[in-house]
């Protein structure tokens, strides 16, 4: 097993988040990934917190901060399995889900249903410019939530079990909660970090590629794509997901560290001199500060 996946969220903790630092114990010529900053971020499922598993020590953790407040909107969903049945709509300046919600059905309370479906934890959540499905009568909203509901004891066990180390049994969680509601996204990013804890690296980049797939401009999926491409050796493949994040937000250092890391090992020393350089400009005194001016201080040395 890649030394990185024995490191990559084994250990149970901070609610928060999730981290994994990939840190090299021999010289860059025989670099063996032990994982990137990996920062796999809270979500939330029908109106219940995500839980998250940290693999990084709590003080690393807290020297970051959460990510979520300066994430864009969410993007388009992937079409339903029904589509005939839905309708989508662009929420407008102003407007929440029980809003829509009493347009639609004649029912204010609606909203929470809506906001499930969508999975959205409160129905006043979304901004403006975020497109959600609307089922088209109020009986499909309701099965639909009540479906979603259904996976939502499932899932959170699940999420439990893999804060506890328990991976095995997470998996077996997850994968129920998934059946039931294979469109959403909740499980099936937490199953797929549950495959990296057991070292099941095939199913978690295929389980994550599929996340990313249903949230393309998702920062912070596209990044846990490429920790997970990391994990897998394709290196180029984890560079696009690195390069992606940092698109989508400029500021996140996380993924500018990920994208040095994939250069680097790579063997494109010049890039990855520069992304190690712009990294060290982002944040010249964080946690992983030493590591990247090793890094680059080797690719000095070489020359």
Not at 11 to 25: D, H, I, K, R
Request: charged fraction near 25%; charge should be neutral; glycine fraction near 8%.
């Amino acid at each position: 097993m890649n030394p990185c996946a024995a490191g990559f969220l084994n250990n149970p903790g901070y609610n928060g988040s999730v981290e994994v630092s990939c840190v090299s114990e021999t010289e860059v010529k025989s670099l063996r990934i032990r994982g990137g900053p990996c920062r796999l971020p809270i979500r939330r499922f029908g109106g219940a917190p995500f839980r998250s598993v940290s693999a990084f020590p709590l003080h690393l953790l807290l020297a970051l901060a959460l990510l979520t407040t300066c994430a864009p909107p969410p993007p388009v969903l992937p079409p339903p399995d029904y589509p005939d049945q839905m309708t989508l709509y662009t929420l407008q300046p102003g407007e929440t889900l029980h809003d829509l919600a009493e347009r639609s059905y004649g029912d204010r309370s609606l909203g929470w249903s809506l906001a499930i479906v969508n999975e959205f934890p409160d129905p006043g959540m979304p901004e403006a410019g975020t497109t959600i499905y609307i089922p088209n009568s109020p009986e499909i909203l309701v099965s639909m939530a009540q479906q979603r509901g259904a996976a939502k004891r499932p899932y959170n066990r699940g999420t439990v079990l893999l804060e506890l180390g328990r991976n095995r049994e997470a998996i077996r969680q997850l994968e129920q909660a998934l059946s039931v509601v294979p469109e959403v996204v909740a499980p099936r990013y937490h199953l797929g970090v549950a495959y990296l804890r057991e070292g099941r690296v095939e199913e978690a980049v295929m389980e994550l590629e599929e996340v990313a797939r249903r949230r393309p401009l998702d920062r912070d999926f596209r990044y846990a794509l490429g920790c997970a491409y990391l994990e897998q050796g394709t290196l180029e493949a984890a560079r696009r997901q690195f390069d992606q994040a940092f698109r989508f937000d400029n500021s996140f250092a996380p993924a500018q560290f990920g994208l040095a890391l994939a250069l680097h090992l790579q063997g494109k020393r010049r890039d990855a001199a520069k992304a190690w350089r712009g990294y060290l400009e982002m944040d010249p005194t964080g946690d992983w500060a030493e590591q990247a001016r090793r890094r680059l201080m080797s690719l000095y040395e070489e020359d």
